[in-house]
């Protein structure tokens, strides 16, 4: 799948601030669930509409972003090298962290809103929790490996419309578990997927961004057409991720500061993602078990601070101590797992 078209890969920074404004958005929307599953009084229709807005497009961001990184990294070093590493560590991190984290759910369910099962810790072909994003985000990739046998001008603008055609009939028509995380978020991967492309284009045309833009509406159109009650799920998904990115690009040329803070947060993205559910989840069991605190603003304060920054502080203390394993290949190495695998734009 690598192109016969050299291409020099230049590091951009949107793409890191936008995962970092995607996963403040993440660890607050689980944060918010869990104070209102954990029955504290948070006003339903503040807690409703936020609700919404964030789940409307927070996980198809990160797809949208992944499809554009990968984009880049398969042009630039070949399939044949990004996907047994990009595979490897997403079914390491899976296996690991599914197993850990459910074991720790079983152990101490008497203080959490769930009641999960060991046959459920261990029934691995069944994503559960937020682990769903590893599995899927590895079946995407694999879709998008396939399509190397297409030539590399027409590839990306094959991607799409398959996933275009899997959105309007999820997993076509079928419940098994593969086939629907395909026909969900597909469609974001290859959008992204097909930007990365133009935009390489652009320094040859510069209708690149139209064409691109002619595309997405031609897909959403489709989607009109077979499934039109998808289609407002489809629009509201890629205002989000097109408002995110805006922001991500303004703040790279406004705001130093803040285009560092979250850069910084969108490179740790997935050690955050894999580890926030115990911290914010720890944290309110502190507050409202053991310290009787039922406000719910200091719930969400402290939640989404703890959610974030407590991650990171166990992944560089981790690192620091050798035990890389916990987020990178354990195979690789001590000096590429103290660089952390996670950071290197998944």
Request: with cysteine; aromatic share 16%.
């Amino acid at each position: 799948m690598a192109s016969t078209t050299p291409y020099t890969r230049v590091h951009e920074t949107w793409p890191d601030i936008a995962k970092g404004i995607g996963i403040v958005l993440v660890v607050y929307g689980h944060v918010a669930r869990g104070v209102e599953k954990a029955g504290l009084r948070i006003e339903k229709p503040f807690f409703e509409m936020v609700d919404a807005l964030i789940y409307a497009f927070h996980m198809p961001l990160f797809f949208f972003v992944s499809g554009y990184l990968f984009w880049g990294s398969v042009n630039s070093r070949g399939v044949r090298s990004v996907l047994p590493v990009r595979l490897g560590l997403l079914l390491w991190l899976y296996l690991i962290w599914s197993v850990g984290h459910g074991s720790i759910e079983v152990l101490l369910a008497h203080l959490t809103n769930g009641g999960l099962r060991w046959t459920e810790v261990f029934s691995l072909w069944l994503p559960r929790a937020h682990f769903w994003y590893l599995y899927t985000l590895a079946l995407l990739i694999l879709v998008a490996s396939a399509f190397g046998w297409i030539p590399e001008r027409y590839r990306a603008m094959a991607l799409f419309a398959v996933g275009t055609v899997f959105f309007a009939m999820p997993g076509l028509g079928t419940s098994v578990y593969p086939l629907l995380a395909v026909g969900w978020f597909l469609v974001y991967f290859a959008a992204g997927f097909l930007l990365a492309a133009h935009r390489f284009r652009s320094q040859k045309s510069r209708h690149a961004l139209i064409t691109y833009i002619y595309w997405l509406a031609l897909g959403m159109g489709m989607v009109a057409l077979m499934a039109p009650n998808l289609l407002s799920k489809l629009a509201a998904a890629f205002t989000g991720i097109a408002l995110v990115c805006a922001i991500a690009v303004a703040l790279t040329q406004y705001s130093r500061k803040l285009s560092r803070w979250f850069a910084f947060l969108g490179s740790i993205a997935l050690p955050i993602y894999l580890a926030h559910i115990l911290a914010g989840s720890g944290t309110r069991i502190l507050l409202q078990k053991f310290l009787g605190v039922d406000v719910v603003w200091v719930h969400l304060m402290l939640g989404l601070i703890s959610g974030l920054l407590l991650p990171w502080t166990l992944w560089t203390v981790t690192t620091k101590l050798g035990q890389g394993w916990l987020w990178a290949l354990p195979w690789v190495g001590p000096n590429r797992q103290r660089q952390g695998a996670l950071r290197s734009r998944a």
